[in-house]
């Protein structure tokens, strides 16, 4: 079953770091592009960051560009996202997505909430 | 970046009637390749948003006929031709052509 599971949510203070994971599961990890997106609060979708296949090429939306870093392992298919700096504004619920020709399987998503 | 506007932000619709959701880019989706990169999401309450739509009409696996996406250019629509309780939700159109990809502010659709 194609399946993400993203983890590493929590509560942490402005200025504070957090590492969320997605893991991948059931389709081949290493040949996939890979995103982030995140919904804030009863807001609409923000699209966050992709990294390809062998991490050679990474985006990052000017929101989060010198903040936040996307990573993977293909090893272990994982993927990561490192959020330093954190402020108020990044408080929301992050989703990692397969990137084939589209957003075609999402996680569930984890919670961040940046509050002091 | 490509701004998304997506009209109504909200819609009531009595149960087998039809429903439409109009998206508007301000920029051309149409890439130099021949497609264009206009897709459709449904976030369903308490879920994370799933594909629809993908390059302005594509439906995606599993999406029912009910559903169909249309337009060009600058100018999308998304039509359910009979709405059922389970497609209560938010509909989001996003981008794809350009990074940062942008979605629209996202439509309500619930049942009268």
């Known amino acids: 079953q194609v399946q993400m599971v993203e983890s590493g949510g929590g509560l942490v203070k402005p200025g504070g770091s957090l590492r969320l994971s997605c893991a991948a599961s059931?389709?081949?990890?290493?040949?996939?592009?890979m995103t982030w997106i995140r919904q804030a609060p009863g807001k609409g979708l923000e699209w966050l960051s992709y990294?390809?296949?062998?991490?050679?090429?990474?985006y990052y939306a000017d929101s989060v560009k010198g903040r936040f870093t996307i990573s993977r392992d293909n090893a272990k298919n994982l993927f990561y996202l490192q959020m330093n700096s954190l402020r108020a504004e990044d408080t929301a619920v992050y989703y990692c997505?397969?990137?084939?020709?589209?957003?075609?399987?999402w996680g569930k998503g984890t919670t961040v909430t940046v509050s002091s | 970046d490509i701004v998304m506007t997506q009209t109504p932000l909200s819609l009531s619709v009595t149960p087998g009637q039809p429903a439409s959701i109009s998206c508007k880019s301000n920029?051309?989706?149409?890439?130099?390749?021949?497609?264009?990169?206009l897709y459709w999401y449904l976030q369903k309450p308490g879920q994370s948003p799933q594909l629809l739509i993908y390059?302005?009409?594509s439906r995606f696996s599993g999406v029912p006929d009910t559903f169909s996406g249309s337009g060009s250019g600058t100018d999308f629509t998304l039509k359910i031709s009979r709405v059922e309780a389970e497609d209560v939700g938010i509909y989001y159109c996003m981008q794809g052509i350009r990074l940062p990809w942008t979605f629209g502010q996202g439509t309500k659709v619930e049942i009268k």
């Open positions: 990294i390809s296949s062998s991490a050679s090429t990474i």
């Open positions: 059931g389709f081949t990890f290493s040949d996939s592009y």
């Open positions: 920029q051309s989706l149409l890439h130099s390749d021949g497609k264009t990169y």
């Open positions: 997505a397969r990137n084939s020709r589209f957003l075609d399987v």
């Open positions: 390059e302005v009409s």
